[in-house]
């Protein structure tokens, strides 16, 4: 693994630097922002690990938010497009948890050597979350967690979660369907029922397809794909996929420890939530973890208002205040 400072810091933001970081894993190159308090004494360096599909600005630019909010705060970020995402080298279709939990190894040693700041806290989006989990035990130097939005370990099919998010959906539905001006776009044609029909029980007749997004996919759609497999993937993917209606796996929660704090944040309206806080949940209460849920009243998956972003930032900057070495 090889890195290096690319430019020289530029002022995004009164007190707020950046520069771009390069760095490689396998050889192949791995774009990064560094983001860091302009005449501060840097107290913690925050490693964010984005979403399966996304990249290092995060959905609405909310990954950069937090970062230039942490700088505010005296804690440096490093914001990174894994391998196969954004502007870093690698193909997309060979990117699984496996490949991406080696290139959050690497980003945690870059951000370290380049702030000199042994403070390091971990930041996980969605799927980024369980990059974070999973990889926990390579990366020794972590003192933190932010995880925001993060779903149970290989829970794309869980029928428990369908149910969940289908009531969540009729729920919503249902109010609206009370409401006069409902009607008069219904007898208009502004209302498009087959998508309604879609977002309350699509997710039942797409069975497998979060299993791909996951880097698990099906025997089948291996065997269809015309992308080499690397066998470390496939490995992965053959350990953590599971059949339907089981109870999604645990193995890799035994990574979190009392000794490492922690912070999870759902927004309420995101309809998948229930279902992960109760997966984490028990098993945080059953383990005495230090760590706390929080909730964002009408917030999505993304946090993408305004106001969600400020209370997110809120919530993880005081988490991060309150832990050991930067209690103010």
Same mark, same amino acid.
């Given at each position: 693994?090889?890195?290096?400072?690319?430019?020289?810091?530029?002022?995004?933001?009164?007190?707020?630097?950046?520069?771009?970081?390069?760095?490689?894993?396998?050889?192949?190159?791995?774009?990064?922002?560094?983001?860091?308090?302009?005449?501060?004494?840097?107290?913690?360096?925050?490693?964010?690990?984005?979403?399966?599909?996304?990249?290092?600005?995060?959905?609405?630019?909310?990954?950069?938010?937090?970062?230039?909010?942490?700088a505010k705060h005296n804690y440096a970020s490093l914001r990174f497009d894994f391998r196969g995402r954004g502007e870093s080298?690698?193909?997309?279709?060979?990117?699984?948890?496996?490949?991406?939990?080696?290139?959050?190894?690497?980003?945690?040693?870059?951000?370290? #050597? %380049?702030?000199?700041?042994?403070? !390091?806290?971990?930041?996980?989006?969605?799927?980024? &979350?369980?990059? /974070?989990? $999973? @990889?926990?035990?390579?990366?020794?130097?972590?003192?933190?967690?932010?995880?925001?939005?993060?779903?149970?370990?290989?829970?794309?099919?869980?029928?428990?979660?369908?149910?969940?998010?289908?009531?969540?959906?009729?729920?919503?539905?249902?109010?609206?369907?009370?409401?006069?001006?409902?009607?008069?776009?219904?007898?208009?044609?502004?209302?498009?029922?087959?998508?309604?029909?879609?977002?309350?029980?699509?997710?039942?007749?797409?069975?497998?397809?979060?299993?791909?997004?996951?880097?698990?996919?099906?025997?089948?759609?291996?065997?269809?794909?015309?992308?080499?497999?690397?066998?470390?993937?496939?490995?992965?993917?053959?350990?953590?996929?599971?059949?339907?209606? #089981? %109870?999604?796996?645990?193995?890799? !929660?035994?990574?979190?420890?009392?000794?490492?704090? &922690?912070?999870? /944040?759902? $927004? @309420?309206?995101?309809?998948d939530a229930t279902a992960a806080e109760k997966y984490f949940g028990d098993y945080i209460t059953e383990n005495k973890l230090n760590i706390d849920i929080k909730h964002i009243e009408g917030a999505n998956h993304n946090f993408s208002?305004?106001?969600?972003?400020?209370?997110?930032?809120?919530?993880?900057?005081?988490?991060?205040?309150?832990?050991?070495?930067?209690?103010?």
């Open positions: 693994m090889t890195q290096h400072a690319l430019l020289q810091s530029a002022l995004v933001q009164e007190g707020v630097l950046e520069m771009p970081i390069r760095f490689s894993v396998e050889n192949q190159a791995i774009n990064a922002i560094l983001t860091k308090p302009a005449d501060q004494e840097i107290k913690a360096i925050v490693v964010f690990s984005h979403g399966w599909s996304g990249f290092r600005t995060g959905p609405a630019d909310i990954l950069t938010f937090l970062a230039r909010t942490f080298q690698g193909e997309g279709l060979q990117t699984s948890l496996v490949t991406m939990a080696d290139d959050l190894v690497a980003a945690s040693e870059t951000a370290i #050597k %380049e702030t000199k700041c042994d403070n !390091l806290i971990l930041c996980g989006l969605c799927s980024g &979350g369980n990059v /974070v989990v $999973g @990889t926990l035990k390579r990366i020794p130097q972590a003192k933190a967690l932010l995880l925001m939005s993060v779903y149970p370990f290989s829970d794309g099919d869980a029928f428990g979660r369908d149910m969940h998010r289908t009531f969540h959906y009729l729920n919503v539905y249902w109010k609206k369907i009370l409401r006069p001006d409902t009607w008069s776009r219904l007898f208009k044609g502004d209302v498009n029922i087959k998508s309604v029909f879609n977002v309350i029980f699509g997710h039942f007749f797409k069975k497998g397809q979060n299993k791909k997004k996951e880097g698990e996919g099906t025997k089948q759609a291996e065997q269809d794909s015309t992308q080499p497999k690397l066998p470390q993937a496939a490995k992965a993917a053959k350990v953590e996929s599971r059949l339907q209606g #089981k %109870e999604p796996p645990k193995k890799h !929660l035994a990574n979190l420890k009392k000794e490492i704090p &922690g912070i999870m /944040v759902y $927004g @309420t309206a995101d309809p208002s305004k106001e969600w972003k400020a209370q997110l930032a809120t919530y993880l900057t005081e988490f991060i205040n309150s832990t050991k070495g930067n209690k103010r």
